[in-house]
């Protein structure tokens, strides 16, 4: 099954940003929804965001006004921008095409 392949992770300070991609070669990205999940250490794997096939965003009310979805339609790569980051964003976040094509994750460090 093809799986999407998310990069952009890394360890940045508290405030900072990092943007995510998710590059989905194959699995049609302007049919399909895109999402976001994360999971930090201990942890249940969390919802973060999603964006429609047809643009419409939607975030979890931990990361509303910090965090933006976009996607790039005729490159099949999806973005999740995150901005005034804190520790507790701390996680292995995970790109979803569709129901079920899940990416491998990228880690997202938060520390001073």
């Known amino acids: 099954q093809v799986q999407p392949v998310e990069s952009g992770g890394g360890l940045v300070q508290p405030g900072g940003s990092l943007r995510l991609s998710c590059k989905s070669s194959?699995?049609?990205?302007?049919?399909?929804?895109m999402y976001w999940f994360r999971q930090a250490a201990g942890k249940q794997r969390e919802f973060v965001a999603y964006?429609?096939?047809?643009?419409?965003?939607n975030l979890a009310d931990s990361v509303k006004g910090r965090f933006s979805v976009s996607r790039e339609s005729s490159e099949d790569i999806g973005y999740l921008q995150m901005n005034n980051l804190t520790p507790e964003d701390t996680a292995i976040y995970y790109c979803?095409?569709?129901?079920?094509?899940w990416g491998q994750g990228t880690q997202v460090t938060v520390s001073s």
């Open positions: 979803r095409v569709g129901p079920d094509a």
């Open positions: 194959g699995l049609k990205t302007r049919f399909n929804a």
């Open positions: 964006l429609t096939f047809d643009g419409q965003p």
